[in-house]
């Protein structure tokens, strides 16, 4: 039974992510940032091929800027990379999660994290962040 | 300057996720769910505006299910429901940070978390999760 599950998994397991990668409309995975050491959820970004590739490659997180429609390698002017220590895909392979250990803050409001503001149940925003943010 | 500061804030700040969201082209947010008390992250899924106000309401996590087009409770058959803590908007208003209390595993798998496969730099998978992954 174990072998025959091996042999199973063998047959229809792909060997890379490349091979696996379940692009969106777009051309896109969401790609999760999360901080090797203490937990924290930074940022949310988007990967084509590419900048999976180049994420793998140089160990540092690279997107796509679908606002730019470029790719992005993060802290490329604010210095603020975002170094990786360990690469995941999840069940489907629709997306990825970064584990990385940040130099600098993630934001671009200079709060570590991106996600610096609360929900409430009825929808209302507030700040819990580093109380840095600009916006 | 510091009261001017909070001026403007006010004036230009919205005051709630419905009125601030940034829905993609398909009317989509990524929701990234994370354990609020060991810091895992265990899926990411999809929201519309139906999917967070119902998530926000229950305290349970609800999403859009891109495959199946239809709103999807999570758990609703599993059982394996998302318990929210706290749900966080990054500073786009693009993404959402559910931290939760799950019941049960997560993945459909039976793994504690979707992303139980590592990627090496080669872009190799390999599994790491809990072992017990059937796909």
Redo the contacts between chains.
């Keep these: 039974m174990r072998e025959r599950t091996a042999m199973c998994a063998d047959a229809v397991?792909?060997?890379?992510?490349?091979d696996?990668l379940k692009l969106?409309?777009?051309g896109l995975v969401?790609a999760?940032v999360?901080n090797d050491k203490?937990?924290?959820?930074l940022?949310?970004g988007y990967m084509n091929r590419e900048a999976l590739?180049i994420t793998?490659?140089e160990?540092r997180a690279c997107f796509w800027s679908?606002s730019r429609q470029k790719l992005w390698r993060k802290g490329e002017s604010s210095g603020n990379v975002l170094n990786v220590v360990?690469?995941?895909?999840?069940?489907?392979n629709d997306?990825?999660?970064l584990k990385c250990d940040p130099v600098g803050p993630t934001?671009?409001?200079n709060?570590t994290s991106?996600?610096?503001?609360?929900?409430?149940?009825?929808?209302?925003?507030a700040l819990?962040g580093d109380g840095v943010?600009?916006?």
């Design positions: 397991t792909p060997k890379t992510i490349f696996a969106d409309a777009s969401a999760v999360q203490t937990g924290q959820v940022m949310v590739e793998l490659r160990r679908r360990e690469v995941r895909t999840d069940c489907d997306a990825i999660l934001c671009h409001t709060e991106c996600f610096y503001r609360t929900v409430g149940d009825d929808g209302s925003l819990r943010a600009t916006e």
